[in-house]
Nanobody, 125 residues
Framework: QLQLVESGGGLVQPGGSLRLSCAAS????????IGWFRQAPGKEREGVSY????????KYTDSVKGRFTISRDNAKNMVYLQMNSLKPEDTAVYYC??????????????????WGQGTQVTVSS
C-alpha cells in the first residue's frame, strides 16, 4: 500500500519561496507517476504539476510555469515542488497524488489512486 506524506507548507510573503516535499513509502518509487494538486477555499481541486515515474516528463499548469519546478529522487522516495515568486493566488492546500496506470491526461484528479493529507500554503503580506 502506497502512503504519501506532504510537508513544507507555511506562510510566506508574496515573491517568496517554499519547497514542498512528498515522502512516499510502501511501493517501489519508480513504479508510479506523481501529481501535485491544490485546492483553495470554494474552488475545485486543480492540477499544478506532474512528474513521470522516472522523472523524464514534467508538466505544469500555465499559471505556475516558470515559477514552480517539480523533481523527484527515487533513491529517497521523495518528490519535491520548488515554488518561487509566490503570489497570493497560490494560496491553497497542496496535495501530492500517485498513480500506477499511465494516462495521457495528467491534471485530472480522478486518475490518481493515492493521496497525501495535504499541506497548507498561504501567501500573504
Amino acid at each position: 500500500q502506497l502512503q504519501l506524506v506532504e510537508s513544507g507548507g507555511g506562510l510566506v510573503q508574496p515573491g517568496g519561496s517554499l519547497r514542498l516535499s512528498c515522502a512516499a513509502s510502501g511501493v517501489t518509487s519508480d513504479s508510479y507517476d506523481i501529481g501535485w494538486f491544490r485546492q483553495a477555499p470554494g474552488k475545485e481541486r486543480e492540477g499544478v504539476s506532474y512528474i513521470s515515474r522516472r522523472g523524464g516528463t514534467t508538466k505544469y499548469t500555465d499559471s505556475v510555469k516558470g515559477r514552480f519546478t517539480i523533481s523527484r529522487d527515487n533513491a529517497k522516495n521523495m518528490v519535491y515542488l520548488q515554488m518561487n515568486s509566490l503570489k497570493p493566488e497560490d494560496t491553497a492546500v497542496y496535495y501530492c497524488a500517485a498513480r500506477f496506470q499511465y494516462a495521457t491526461t495528467w491534471y485530472a484528479a480522478f486518475l490518481y489512486d493515492y493521496w497525501g493529507q495535504g499541506t497548507q500554503v498561504t501567501v500573504s503580506s
